[in-house]
């Protein structure tokens, strides 16, 4: 038993040692602080809340709202309004009830009455601290913007904090439920899923198809997923945490599915100065890579172990800059190494392709299922290449063009000129354009003027640029984001033999997903320090791939999405907005408000 179930044993403990004598100053009897649920039942009562506030205990988060409620209110019963009382009230309640209890000179006083200047006045500092303790800094600069606007307290009347204190409190906990338990708002942020989700679409998240999972991090700031706005600091406490569970849903997850889901790889991540969270381990090969100097994977594997633990040494002492698993320009470190626990992990949304139990193949970019072929969808997109002699007077092809009809925007678009053929057929200059696009807009594009053709480059095995950057990142490993596989997906009660090749692929889910420990001396296998032969998952897993093919960080990158990292499936979009600025601008994309989601 660790220290956070003591803690929490601790606090039941004392409230049963206390309600009872609670109750017998306030007149009821003493038996019936001792009876599970009816003394909380009892417990509202006395305060005069309502008997449905009982509903509210059992949900994590809620009831930390509410039972801070009720110790505040106790307190007030018994005439406790001074700062020093409210502050211990909150923080210590498990001094404060006892001593509220016990003490003979404690004894429940008159309610207040709000008619009277006097009994205003005295709980006004109380009220100005539970008001801070509900919605720190944004409950009083609410209230400072009503005052400034006239608003004023009433005679005979609340005073303001405490309105507004009933009145967030009441707003947290019902936003709350909503948002833990039925939707969540989501913003699509990336292009990955273009062109079935648009950056800058604002969608509701819906729990109740899978069935909610119970915040397994329950003590957080409101609101937020893993840092306060603004910083690096975690939004949430672990000494206090929830094992996995989820509620009860009405469907089940199924290939197509457009899921929400907490990123596997978040666990242990580093975060710059824009607040994005890269892959610790994804940078730490890159870094290592770079270091090491060499260009080719075959130079790297002999001296791999001794790059990492340089790469890994030079980040945590703070290197100045390391490799960006997603290219571009080096990463200044600012955030650290941040580790996080699933239920807080960064939120991803992809398209599930295969589920537990599947094998999955890709084969030029066409996946396949348990070796059949699946036919391209219409909404999957490829980068194309387009060849044409002079693109500068296909008059088509300008970016307004590409705007208006496609809605491709000029940031997605290359412009070159390379050389084609060899010294037989001759080498010749074509004029090229590099775009995004689904497999019907390339066919609808290449008809048009001064196009010879488009075509898509794929990615054979073994031309994996940068250090084992496809899952399962190892360097025995010739993968590529479009010749990918076989890989079996994990099943729960699905058994596979322990060799290496599963070793390799199976290592992650095994350790980090499933919490045991996996080595291999020699030519043996052990788990949790015992020789094993097989291993059978304890979850289901899913294989999650982005619409945009080729702009897409999923699966092929980090492994299978366990079950326990489902958050829900994406429902319908309420507000878009395009986010790139320029001539293109539309603003509001009114078609795609209060659309579904397919």
Request: aromatic fraction near 16%; charged fraction near 20%; charge should be neutral.
């Amino acid at each position: 038993m660790g220290i956070p179930q003591i803690l929490l044993y601790l606090m039941i403990v004392i409230y049963f040692a206390s309600l009872w004598k609670i109750f017998e100053k306030a007149g009821r009897e003493k038996w019936e602080g001792f009876v599970p649920g009816y003394n909380i039942w009892v417990w509202l009562k006395v305060l005069n809340k309502p008997w449905w506030w009982i509903f509210f205990f059992p949900i994590p988060f809620v009831n930390f709202v509410i039972t801070v409620a009720c110790n505040v209110e106790t307190a007030r019963m018994f005439g406790k309004y001074n700062p020093k009382d409210t502050i211990l009230t909150v923080l210590v309640p498990w001094y404060m009830i006892p001593a509220i209890a016990y003490k003979e000179e404690n004894v429940i006083v008159e309610p207040t009455d709000w008619t009277k200047k006097g009994d205003r006045e005295k709980r006004s500092i109380h009220d100005h601290l539970t008001l801070f303790f509900m919605a720190p800094f944004i409950g009083h600069a609410l209230l400072v913007v009503f005052r400034l606007t006239g608003s004023k307290d009433k005679a005979n009347k609340k005073t303001m904090p405490k309105e507004w204190t009933d009145a967030l409190g009441f707003a947290i906990v019902a936003a709350t439920i909503i948002r833990v338990f039925f939707f969540e708002a989501f913003t699509i942020p990336t292009g990955s899923m273009e062109k079935t989700m648009l950056i800058g679409d604002y969608l509701f998240v819906n729990k109740l198809k899978y069935g909610a999972k119970i915040p397994q991090t329950p003590l957080s700031v409101p609101f937020v997923h893993n840092r306060i706005p603004g910083s690096y600091t975690k939004s949430y406490v672990e000494w206090f945490k929830n094992d996995y569970m989820r509620l009860p849903g009405y469907g089940a997850i199924e290939r197509n599915d457009i899921m929400v889901f907490n990123w596997p790889a978040g666990d242990t991540v580093i975060v710059h100065d824009d607040a994005i969270a890269h892959d610790y381990y994804s940078i730490l090969r890159n870094h290592a890579f770079t270091m090491s100097g060499v260009s080719s994977y075959e130079g790297f594997d002999g001296i791999k172990d001794v790059m990492m633990t340089k790469a890994r040494e030079h980040i945590a002492s703070g290197g100045a800059l390391y490799a960006n698993p997603s290219g571009g320009s080096p990463i200044t470190k600012t955030g650290g190494v941040m580790s996080h626990p699933v239920d807080k992990k960064e939120n991803y949304i992809k398209r599930c392709v295969a589920v537990g139990g599947d094998t999955i193949e890709i084969i030029n970019g066409t996946i396949h299922i348990n070796g059949v072929a699946e036919e391209i969808p219409e909404y999957a997109q490829f980068t194309y290449w387009f060849y044409f002699k002079n693109y500068e007077a296909a008059i088509p092809f300008s970016d307004q063009y590409l705007y208006e009809h496609y809605e491709i925007y000029p940031s997605g678009i290359q412009r070159g000129e390379i050389e084609v053929g060899d010294s037989l057929t001759g080498v010749k200059k074509v004029n090229v354009m590099i775009m995004p696009c689904s497999k019907r807009i390339a066919a609808e594009l290449t008809s048009l003027t001064g196009v010879d053709s488009a075509s898509v480059i794929w990615e054979k095995k073994g031309a994996d640029v940068g250090y084992s950057s496809i899952f399962p990142n190892d360097i025995s490993i010739d993968w590529t984001k479009d010749n990918f596989g076989p890989l079996y997906i994990p099943k729960e009660g699905g058994t596979i033999q322990l060799n290496d090749e599963n070793y390799i692929a199976y290592k992650r889910a095994i350790t980090a997903y499933e919490g045991n420990t996996l080595e291999k001396v020699g030519k043996d296998y052990l788990i949790n320090g015992e020789a094993a032969k097989t291993y059978t998952f304890k979850q289901n897993y899913y294989w999650l791939m982005g619409d945009n093919r080729h702009g897409s960080a999923d699966s092929r990158y980090w492994g299978y999405v366990p079950e326990d990292h489902v958050v829900g499936t994406a429902s319908f979009v309420w507000f878009s907005k395009t986010t790139e600025k320029g001539w293109f601008d539309g603003g509001v994309r009114w078609s795609r408000i209060f659309s579904f989601i397919k």
